[in-house]
């Protein structure tokens, strides 16, 4: 398996019940190192760029505003196989589905207000990360 970075953003509904440090917590416990780390207030333009893949999607609206309404915290995973690694230290999207221990089971509100988001391959990993952080800020 191959050492991978992923991007990770821990969400509005969590910065705000000050989940940050537990959440964090989930990632080191399993062995995904945090190289990069800022929290941010999103503008919903800056939102919707992100989101830009699911525009068409029904809940468009409702994820933007959602991801622009508080502070987020945007950070760089980086371990063995990190992408699939914080894919399943998150749970899945609906914490209704989610496995037991994983964050979005003990933390996320709903399907909107889950938590957490990581990226779901190399491609898109690469480009967020980019998004949001210069070379120089990678510090691995
Ligand atoms: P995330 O991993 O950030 O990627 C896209 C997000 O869309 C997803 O997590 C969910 O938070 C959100 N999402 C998916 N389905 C719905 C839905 N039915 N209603 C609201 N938000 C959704």
Known sequence: MAIERTLSIIKPDATRR?????????????????????????????????????????????????????????????????????REVMGATNPANAAAGTIRKEFALSVGENSVHGSDAPETAAVEIAYFFSGLELVG
């Open 18 to 86: 000050n989940l940050t440090g537990r959440i964090n917590a989930k990632f080191e416990e399993a062995g995904l190192r945090i190289i990069a780390q800022k929290r941010i207030h999103l503008t919903l333009a800056q939102a919707q760029k992100f989101y830009e893949v699911h525009r068409e999607r029904p809940f468009f609206g409702e994820l933007t505003t959602f991801m622009a309404s508080g502070p987020v915290v945007v950070q760089v995973l980086e371990g063995e196989a990190a992408i699939t690694r914080n």
